[in-house]
């Protein structure tokens, strides 16, 4: 058996690709450039018997609202009355998928000269298409107004299994070692709103080569299967950790090279 069809996208700016999965099978692809999917199904059998009754399949990009369709089973088969399928497993229209947020990273300093015991300013630029609730990191001291954000990933042009992930710490005015906290921000649709960041040069440690730079923000989304989760890594890929590179999201990044 075979299931496939096509998903679109509302204004992907970096081509990102869909991640497509079967709950109760745990069948797990993503969409090619065109966004067009395929699954095989050679096992319908469950602990009870034949597989019956309906089955989600879940669309899933991190800034996009999940999006799902049903697929229905008789003794082990595709049914013969189905909604958003033929009878021979071909979606009938395509999942079109709402954006949730757009936005852009722009670094404000001289990409090819860092110096040392630099503070380096980044901004992301973000845009809301609809109410979002975000989980993300800052840095808020109360004695001196700092307000900023932190939370920020590296990761290696030439080599996509390196990242470096930045979080600011330092000391206050009493010499007391402080650092940046998980906060949950929640915008309503259509705010434009920019995150700052101050980067202390000497803690990036970043080897010669380019990167390409990207923020930390784990959007809550309702109701999210943990099978889907398990797909792109578990928890890991929910945390400030190279593994959160692994969900797949629409986000524009700046590039950084370092001499």
């Given at each position: ?218 959007i809550r989304h309702d109701q ?36």
């Amino acid at each position: 058996m075979k299931i496939t069809g096509k998903v679109l996208t509302e204004n992907n700016q970096t081509n990102v690709p869909v991640s497509v999965w079967l709950e109760t099978f745990d069948l797990y692809t993503t969409s090619d450039s065109g966004g067009y999917f395929s699954f095989s199904i050679t096992n319908s059998q469950t602990p009870t018997g034949s597989m019956n009754g309906p089955v989600n399949l879940y669309f899933f990009i991190h800034n996009y609202e999940l999006d799902s369709v049903t697929v229905y089973f008789t003794n082990g088969m595709l049914s013969k009355e189905q909604t958003d399928f033929s009878e021979d497993g071909e979606l009938l229209n395509p999942v079109e998928m709402k954006k949730i947020l757009s936005g852009e990273v722009i670094l404000h300093f001289n990409k090819n000269s860092i110096q040392t015991r630099d503070t380096l300013r980044v901004s992301f630029n973000l845009e809301t298409h609809s109410a979002v609730s975000i989980d993300t990191y800052k840095y808020i001291l109360q004695e001196d107004s700092s307000d900023f954000h932190s939370g920020l990933f590296f990761r290696s042009l030439t080599d996509n299994e390196t990242v470096t992930i930045y979080r600011f710490s330092g000391t206050d005015q009493f010499g007391n070692s402080v650092e940046d906290q998980l906060r949950n921000l929640t915008y309503e649709k259509n705010e434009s709103i920019t995150w700052t960041y101050y980067l202390l040069s000497d803690s990036l440690n970043l080897s010669s080569g380019d990167y390409e730079v990207l923020p930390y923000l784990l959007i809550r989304h309702d109701q999210i299967p943990i099978g889907l989760i398990e797909a792109h890594g578990g928890d890991s890929a929910l945390t400030l950790s190279a593994y959160f590179l692994d969900l797949p999201f629409d986000i524009l990044p700046d590039t950084l090279q370092i001499n």
